[in-house]
């Protein structure tokens, strides 16, 4: 059975992240259920993937220097988001200008450490091949 497609304003979350976001998709696309479809490829910081507020992770260059600062209390910077490798898992039969789709269930890394998940895919109906 196929899982939900992910369509812009799909909720996701980074496990460094201090609150949830949100799923950008700008590239015009097919619309489902309204929203504009979203692809594996869908990774831009700042663009696609949106801040999660701050971050926790000491791999973070920011979070390290003001921890270090504060003599090693943790301290949260603010999140800036860099993924470097698509989303997975995928769906293969389904492309989108012959990129697969992205669905529900799917993660992707951020460089400092963090996974980030959908946690709402925001279709509900249609799902992929």
Known sequence: MGKPM????AAIACTFGMSPSTLMVVAPRPIVEGRPAATITDIA?????VPFGMCMSLSNPTVAAATAAALGVLTPMPCVP????????MAPQTTIGGIPALVAGSMCNCVFGGVISVSFPGAVKTLDA
């Open 45 to 49: 910081p700042m663009v696609n993937i």
């Open 6 to 9: 992910v369509v812009t304003g």
């Open 82 to 89: 860099v993924v470097a490798a698509p989303w997975t898992p």
